[in-house]
């Protein structure tokens, strides 16, 4: 059975940092390009960040550049998004997503940025 399980949400003063983690089962974590999503209200998902398998090639959106890390640990089954520096329109509901051909969703993380 497929599952991405996010983890690390919650709520963080403008400013502040998170760290997401997204633990997978059920597949080759290895041979997935993993990407972290956001969806705020009333707005579509959009991209934060992606690496590949190998973590040799990572992207990210303007809109975080500087401020959002993304990272895996193989070994782990694992992917990461330290945010730092955060911003309220950073409030959103945080996806992760595998895909090799297959694309697979987490359930979500809700974060909120706010003073």
């Known amino acids: 059975q497929v599952q991405l399980v996010e983890s690390g949400g919650g709520l963080v003063q403008p400013g502040g940092s998170l760290n997401l983690s997204c633990t997978a089962s059920?597949?080759?974590?290895?041979?997935?390009?993993m990407s972290w999503y956001r969806q705020a209200p009333g707005k579509e998902r959009e991209l934060v960040a992606l690496?590949?398998?190998?973590?040799?090639?990572?992207n990210y959106a303007g809109f975080v550049k500087g401020r959002f890390t993304i990272s895996r640990d193989n070994a782990k089954n694992t992917v990461y998004l330290q945010m730092n520096n955060l911003k309220p329109e950073d409030t959103a509901v945080y996806y992760c997503?595998?895909?090799?051909?297959?694309?697979?969703w987490g359930q979500g993380t809700q974060v909120t940025v706010s003073s």
């Open positions: 997503k595998a895909e090799w051909g297959t694309a697979y």
């Open positions: 690496v590949t398998s190998s973590g040799g090639y990572i």
């Open positions: 059920g597949f080759t974590f290895s041979n997935y390009l």
